[in-house]
């Protein structure tokens, strides 16, 4: 069983619509949680960076963590065509390595 | 100005011979990686260089060989190349353990092709 589960997708939505990207997590000493946004042939960047459990928001995006359901998501809203990406989450335990779930493809349809 | 650059951008090979990746960071980064993305997207870490020293090893044939000569460089050589080498690495660096580490800056990937 993966440490970190991301549905693949992929996921296709029209311009303006709320996207909801989720990920799952087995190891409990996960404190750190990042969603990094990957353009066709580019690396990831990062986009939201989270410190164990809540809510963060910036801009159109936000990112929540909840720690007893070891699940975490990245909301967009008023979804753009440029938000068109694959969307990778990814996690640490203090002092390790990063976990990097597999990735969702998102496409927002004008 | 290119924060984390690698060269070269696309590498198309014969099974069975060497090459090389070259990375630079200018963002003054302490620490180096070197991930390998597979078709499906999926990101693994290979090797990571702290100020020149090697901390993370993964488990990867000893074929690859990353090498550090300063903090801004680091590179991956690898001998004897197979078809199941074939995927996208990726250079990433970070400030450094204990310094927002997680916050990875990425290049832009060089898609290697063994044929």
């Known amino acids: 069983q993966k440490e970190v589960e991301q549905d693949p997708g992929p996921l296709s939505v029209p311009e303006g619509a709320i996207v909801s990207l989720n990920c799952t997590y087995s190891?409990?000493?996960?404190?750190?949680f990042m969603w990094y946004r990957q353009y066709s042939r580019k690396g990831p960047e990062l986009l939201m960076y989270?410190?164990?459990?809540g809510n963060k928001e910036d801009g159109r995006f936000t990112a929540q963590v909840d720690k007893s359901s070891k699940y975490i998501s990245l909301f967009i809203r008023d979804s753009q065509p440029s938000d068109s990406a694959t969307y990778l989450c990814?996690?640490?335990?203090?002092?390790?390595?990063?976990?990097f779930g597999e990735g969702t493809q998102l496409t927002v349809n004008p | 100005d290119t924060a984390v650059s690698q060269t070269p951008k696309y590498l198309v090979t014969q099974m069975g011979n060497d090459k090389s990746i070259k990375c630079e960071q200018n963002l003054g980064h302490d620490t180096m990686y070197w991930y390998k993305q597979d078709s499906k997207k999926f990101l693994k870490i290979m090797f990571s260089y702290n100020n020149k020293e090697l901390i993370i090893n993964e488990t990867v044939p000893n074929r690859f060989s990353p090498k550090s000569p300063d903090k801004a460089h680091l590179n991956l050589h690898i001998n004897s190349l197979e078809l199941g080498d074939s995927a996208v690495y990726f250079c990433?660096?970070?400030?450094?353990?204990?310094?927002?580490?997680?916050?990875?800056?990425f290049g832009s990937g060089t898609q290697l092709s063994v044929l």
């Open positions: 989270t410190y164990s459990s």
């Open positions: 990433a660096s970070s400030q450094g353990w204990g310094k927002d580490y997680e916050k990875l800056f």
């Open positions: 990814a996690m640490s335990a203090s002092g390790s390595r990063l976990t």
């Open positions: 190891n409990s000493a996960f404190q750190y």
